[in-house]
């Protein structure tokens, strides 16, 4: 089991930036991938940033070049930087965790995008 708690949502103007974070109870090197999803309005919760315990990342077509997910094992911190926002981004962002073959969530942290 691990608990999962995000912050760092907030209200930002387009073209803004904000950085994410998730804080895990367990130690990073007992976690097999970490990812970041969000839900928008009306809108399917759907993955945005994913990273591998080898510390491989993947990202979603719409935020390539804008997203970055990393980890502090120190911390046993995952982050989300986002930079260039966009009101399209407005949605809640979730921490998922997943350990061996079962997966964990937190309970989100709002972004929202408006001038």
């Known amino acids: 089991h691990v608990q999962l708690v995000e912050s760092g949502g907030g209200l930002v103007q387009p073209g803004g930036s904000l950085r994410l974070s998730c804080a895990t109870s367990?130690?990073?090197?007992?976690?097999?991938?970490m990812g970041w999803y969000r839900q928008a309005p009306g809108k399917e919760r759907e993955l945005v940033a994913a990273?591998?315990?080898?510390?491989?990342?993947n990202y979603a077509d719409s935020v390539k070049g804008r997203f970055t997910i990393s980890r502090d094992n120190a911390k046993n911190t995952v982050y989300l930087q986002i930079d260039m926002l966009r009101p399209e981004d407005t949605a809640v962002y979730y921490c998922?965790?997943?350990?061996?073959?079962?997966?964990?969530w937190g309970k989100g942290t709002l972004v929202t995008v408006s001038s």
């Open positions: 998922n965790a997943r350990i061996i073959d079962r997966w964990y």
């Open positions: 367990r130690r990073m090197f007992s976690i097999n991938a």
């Open positions: 990273l591998v315990s080898d510390g491989s990342t």
